[in-house]
């Protein structure tokens, strides 16, 4: 069974503090995937990567970054943290491309309040 | 951008009785999936059907490209069931999806 494992899984931090979700892929797969889940708003792709040295932008993007120094990697940076910025986030590899599946495997969630 | 409509957003049922979860989506795709989320936890694949009719158990899914549709059955629901179904619309090659905004489902004993 594919394994993606976030951390932390509980998070508060204050207003203008910095804050790193990490997330651990043992799928060998080569796309990850950050996103939010909001009440009203269900699941919002903030980042993804096609793989190591590599992210793109997902559809809301603005105040985040995200890094992959490796295949198994893949961490979200919210430089500034702001109380907009409180809610679940998930992580997700994906087995997409050549003979791959297309299926995304999400890890457990991390659930983020900003003060 | 992707519009992707799911539909009911919320059904309580009998245990025993069957449900028919709906999403539409608005432009073309590479494929559907459908996700079950527990309350309070993670989202589990549970199908990934670019087109036809695909099947587990009590659970079947089918997808209507040319009527940009998908759908999931859930037959004889148990109370177990419970929690909120998600679609997603797969789409630039498979790299990206779209959510729907989830259909939650209560099954009552």
């Known amino acids: 069974e594919a394994a993606v494992t976030q951390s932390p899984r509980n998070k508060v931090a204050v207003t203008g503090g910095k804050v790193t979700l990490s997330c651990n892929q043992t799928n060998n797969h080569n796309n990850m995937y950050w996103y939010r889940q909001d009440t009203g708003h269900g699941l919002r792709l903030i980042h993804y990567s096609y793989g190591a040295g590599s992210t793109e932008k997902g559809d809301i993007p603005d105040g985040y970054k995200a890094s992959r120094p490796s295949q198994e990697n893949f961490s979200l940076i919210l430089e500034l943290a702001t109380p907009s910025q409180t809610s679940v986030y998930f992580c997700a590899s994906g087995d997409v491309g050549g003979r791959g599946t297309g299926q995304l495997y999400f890890g457990e969630g991390s659930k983020l309040t900003v003060l | 951008g992707q519009q992707v409509q799911q539909s009911p957003a919320s059904l309580v049922l009998q245990e025993g009785e069957n449900a028919e979860l709906q999403c539409n989506f608005s432009?073309?795709?590479?494929?559907m999936q459908w996700f079950y989320q527990r309350p309070g936890g993670s989202l589990v694949s549970l199908f990934y059907n670019p087109s036809g009719t695909k099947h587990s158990g009590r659970l079947t899914s089918t997808t209507v490209i040319k009527e940009r549709r998908s759908s999931l059955h859930i037959s004889s629901s148990q109370t177990t069931d419970s929690g909120t179904y998600l679609c997603a619309l797969v789409y630039n090659a498979g790299a990206k999806l779209t959510f729907g905004g989830g259909t939650r489902l209560t099954v009552r004993p």
């Open positions: 432009t073309s795709l590479n494929s």
